[in-house]
């Protein structure tokens, strides 16, 4: 069984040992490993289940040691990388020969970025090698925010998790590519499209695309509950179910007619940043709720609100 900790060395000593260790980031926890090491990668994927042909994201510390993973960083991923970093944004940038085949799933770029979160910056700086880390749930399931969230799901497989406390961003980074020099987002998240057009201009989204074989984490089944969750036809889907078997997921206000203990409001205020720290939480205890069935609703289409109801509908059952 896993142990929950703040020993910063430790993990670093497993990691050198070629181990994986769940670490806090501001978006969600990591499953992380040794991003030069093969084996300690091959880990990472059997772990969480991940089929391998869905690339990891490495993480380092500064840009200094990001020019030894990459080979270039075009004009406006640098200017992405200033305005965001270190922040919930991915780049995907040409891999250099250091990091192996196995964390880009065989593709020529590599997907980087320098998170948030002081514990794992702190652990990135005493390491001298990036850190390979997905999102420490078993593949397909809802993302972890928490320590425990992690250790609930993957406690048996891995010997320590870095305490880091809730993630305070909540979602996934943004991924941003380029082709032909030309920006596209593949992932909307943590960072909003508006932000990141502030900085660079109009960008190209490529993120709801089962079909891209640049982006083949991209599947549309992903962050899902066991329990089924609709996001259309309220009025049906809650005829169908009874009252007290049903759960529900909003935006600012409750559903009337059904308990309000069977009820998560991701942020009274219409906060979209409070709404994206506690999504997936929310989704976990409406999961373990007696419930047969959950009705989400979306968010405006604008800002976090794309980001969340991209997991929202990926999280729905197909009907
Ligand atoms: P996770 O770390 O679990 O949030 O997943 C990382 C996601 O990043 C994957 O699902 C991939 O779709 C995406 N990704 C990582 N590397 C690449 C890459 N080189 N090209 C396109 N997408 C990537
Ligand atoms: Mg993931």
Do not use: C
């Amino acid at each position: 069984m896993t142990t929950i900790g703040i020993d910063i060395l430790k993990a670093k000593q497993l990691l050198e040992a070629g181990e994986v260790v769940g670490v806090p980031t501001e978006t969600v926890y990591g499953l992380a490993g040794n991003a030069l090491n093969e084996d300690a990668v091959l880990k990472i994927f059997q772990v969480k289940n991940r089929p391998q042909f869905d690339p990891l994201i490495v993480h380092t510390d500064s840009l200094d040691k990001l020019s030894q993973i990459v080979t270039e960083i075009p004009p406006k991923a640098y200017q992405l990388a200033a305005a965001f970093w270190p922040g919930p944004l991915t780049l995907l940038l040409p891999k250099s020969s250091l990091i192996p085949d196995l964390v880009t799933s065989g593709l020529d770029t590599v997907a980087v970025r320098i998170p948030r979160h002081p514990l794992i910056l702190e652990l990135l700086s005493i390491l001298d090698f990036p850190l390979a880390a997905p999102s420490a749930n078993p593949f397909g399931y809802i993302s972890p925010t928490s320590a425990q969230h992690v250790a609930q799901q993957l406690g048996p497989l891995i010997p320590y998790i870095l305490d880091g406390g809730e993630s305070t961003v909540g979602i996934e980074s943004s991924i941003v590519g380029f082709e032909e020099n030309q920006p596209v987002v593949y992932r909307l998240g943590g960072t909003s499209v508006e932000a990141i057009e502030e900085v660079i201009g109009a960008v190209s989204w490529r993120s709801h695309s089962t079909s891209n074989p640049k982006a083949p984490g991209m599947l549309k089944s992903h962050y899902a509950p066991r329990k089924p969750l609709y996001i259309n036809d309220k009025e049906r889907i809650l005829r169908r179910f009874p009252t007290d078997k049903m759960g529900a997921l909003t935006f600012t206000q409750p559903l009337p007619h059904l308990p309000l203990a069977h009820q998560r409001i991701l942020s009274p205020s219409g906060d979209f940043a409070e709404a994206a720290k506690n999504l997936f939480a929310y989704m976990r205890q409406l999961d373990a709720l007696p419930v047969e069935a959950i009705y989400a609703e979306l968010l405006p289409e604008r800002d976090l609100g794309r980001a969340l109801n991209d997991r929202i509908r990926r999280a729905a059952a197909s009907e």
